[in-house]
């Protein structure tokens, strides 16, 4: 199937490719190989580009890869939400102010989504996570 393409081929960001990359791959029939991710983003990106990003994913975690003749073939890691908290993640890991962060994020959140949090918070701390460990710790 030759789809539609996603994005435009003009010049683009790395994060915007890696985003149209990873969309690509999460509407693939099945693990698809870069020649393949090539086509559905269309336009005039090299195919080293689209290993280059392919490469970049796999080291963040974002995507796996598993040889195919001499090739690889790619899945995302985790669905569109998962990958989402994970750059989340990332993000609150290079900040050296976490607290800041968090209470600058924290105070922005509509009060559904502070509802939300708050639920999956205190169901989190329900769970017994690993007996005698700080729990305190769990947060980075």
Request: glycine share 10%.
């Amino acid at each position: 199937m030759a789809g539609k393409p996603f994005g435009n081929a003009r010049r683009r960001g790395q994060g915007q490719l890696e985003a149209q990359v990873l969309a690509a791959l999460h509407h693939a029939p099945g693990p698809p190989t870069a020649a393949w991710v090539q086509e559905r983003l269309g336009g005039d990106l090299a195919y080293t580009t689209v290993m280059t990003i392919l490469s970049r994913l796999h080291t963040k975690g974002a995507v796996t890869r598993e040889r195919a003749g001499r090739s690889y073939v790619w899945t995302p890691a985790a669905d569109e939400a998962g990958l989402a908290a994970l750059r989340m993640r990332r993000l609150l890991d290079g900040e050296t102010d976490r607290d800041a962060v968090l209470t600058s994020f924290v105070s922005a959140l509509s009060a559904h989504d502070e509802q939300l949090l708050r639920t999956l918070l205190d169901r989190a701390s329900a769970e017994d996570p690993v007996p005698g460990a700080d729990p305190e710790a769990r947060g980075g």
